[in-house]
């Protein structure tokens, strides 16, 4: 009986298990609206983390590689993919982020690709924002001129500012989410009009 019952309890945790692994492929492999881009080691367990959550909460569908990756992907080409694939990026500029390859590939590729950007500035001024080679980022001349035209980009667009010290995480949390679905709401109605007007009688 008491053996039954054991075999039981561990058939239903794989079961939950599977369920779960399951769950995390499909949504691996959704497409995304929203895609965030960051600097890990600054933002990911705070403001990144925290948008994806309260998105994926409204079920709007975003990317946020530690929770859209898995091993065996490769990194630009799921990257680019997404990014292409997505409707709206948000890049959460902080003091490190412009020590990242990947933050300034990913914001040219969005500044190129014509994808609206919210910036949120975070313990950052929009004028500290400069990609420069550094000894830990070599970078091509074409490629300094190519990230700081994006960055040039983003500082014109008008965005969030947040301190982490003085703000709450909760407010800016909920203000990008805010301006993300009234991004994907004007995009939408963009896209039927543009549907409506191809429209032959």
Known sequence: MQRALVGNLLQRQVQISRNQITKKVIRSQLPCDVFINH?????KRTIASLLYDHLTRLRIGSFLDNKNMK????LFEKIDSAIKECKVGVAVFSPRYCDSYFCLHELALFVESKKKVIPIFCDVKPSELRAVNKPNLPLRPEEIVRFNLAL????????????SIKGNWSDVVTK????????LIEIEDE??????THIVF
């Open 39 to 43: 600097r890990g080691n600054d933002t």
């Open 191 to 196: 896209q039927t009009r543009n549907q409506t």
């Open 176 to 183: 990008a989410a805010d301006v993300v679905i009234e991004s």
């Open 152 to 163: 040039e980009e983003a500082k014109l667009t008008v965005g969030l500012d947040f301190d």
């Open 71 to 74: 091993p065996g992907d490769k």
